[in-house]
C-alpha cells in the first residue's frame, strides 16, 4: 500500500508547548503533503515538501523529509488550542495528481 | 478565488435506497476530480477521481459510482445502499500538481 501511517495517533499537549507528528510511507513520492482537518470538516492544506527537499517552513510549521528512511515530521511550534484538529500526511506519487493518506494524528492542545 | 460546494451536509438513508451527491467547483477549469470516503477515527480512501468530463477512474470495487456530466459537477451515487456505505464523504479539486482542495463532506447514515 503507498498510504502513509502517522505517529502517534493520538497526542495532547499544553498551549505554548512543540507538538511533534511522524509519517512513515513505503514507496518512492514525488511529493508529501501535511493537511489538517477539524472535527466534522473537510481537509485543509497546511504545506507540500518535494522529494527533492530536506526541510520548508511556513509560519509555525516546521515539515522535514527524509527519502531514505521514507519518513516525514511535521512540527507545529507554540501550539495554541486553536491547533486542535488531526492531521494526516499524504503522499503522491511519480504519477497522475493521486494523494495516499494516512490515519492521521489527532492532535488536542489543552489551554 | 476558487470554490467547492458539497451538499448535503449530513444525509440519513434506509438501506437499499439510492443515493446522489453533488459537488460542484467554481473558479476553475479543467480541474481534477476526486471523491474520498473516511470512515469514523480514520484517513482517506479514494474512491473515485477524474482528470476530466466523463473519465472516471475507480480505486476500489464497490456499491458506488461516479459521473462528470459536466467540467466542474462530480457526482457520487448508488443504485442501492449498503449498510457499509455509511461514512464521511469528501469531494475534492486539484489543478496539475497543485494541492488538493477539499470540500465540507457529506455524512452519510445508513439505518
Known amino acids: 500500500s503507498q498510504q502513509g501511517e502517522e505517529d502517534p495517533q493520538a497526542l495532547s499537549i499544553q498551549e505554548g508547548e512543540n507538538a511533534t507528528m511522524n509519517c512513515s510511507y513505503k514507496t518512492s513520492i514525488n511529493n508529501l503533503q501535511w493537511y489538517r482537518q477539524n472535527s466534522g470538516r473537510g481537509l485543509v492544506h497546511l504545506i507540500l515538501i518535494r522529494s527533492n527537499e530536506r526541510e520548508k517552513h511556513s509560519g509555525r510549521l516546521r515539515v522535514t523529509l527524509d527519502t531514505s528512511k521514507k519518513s516525514s515530521s511535521l512540527l507545529i511550534t507554540a501550539s495554541r488550542a486553536a491547533d486542535t484538529a488531526s492531521y494526516f500526511c499524504a503522499t503522491g506519487g511519480t504519477g497522475a495528481n493521486n494523494l495516499f493518506f494516512g490515519t492521521g494524528t489527532r492532535l488536542t492542545v489543552i489551554p | 478565488s476558487q470554490t467547492i460546494h458539497q451538499w448535503p451536509a449530513t444525509l440519513v438513508q434506509p438501506v437499499g435506497s439510492p443515493l446522489s451527491l453533488e459537488c460542484t467547483v467554481e473558479g476553475t477549469s479543467n480541474p481534477n476530480l476526486y471523491w474520498y470516503r473516511q470512515a469514523a477515527g480514520r484517513g482517506l480512501q479514494l474512491l473515485f477521481y477524474?482528470?476530466?468530463?466523463?473519465?472516471i477512474s475507480s480505486e476500489v470495487p464497490q456499491n458506488l459510482s461516479a459521473s462528470r456530466p459536466q467540467d466542474r459537477q462530480f457526482i457520487l451515487s448508488s443504485k442501492k445502499l449498503l449498510l457499509s456505505d455509511s461514512g464521511f464523504y469528501l469531494c475534492a479539486w486539484s489543478v496539475g500538481r497543485q494541492p488538493q482542495h477539499f470540500g465540507d463532506g457529506t455524512r452519510l447514515s445508513i439505518l
Open positions: 477524474s482528470v476530466g468530463i466523463g473519465q
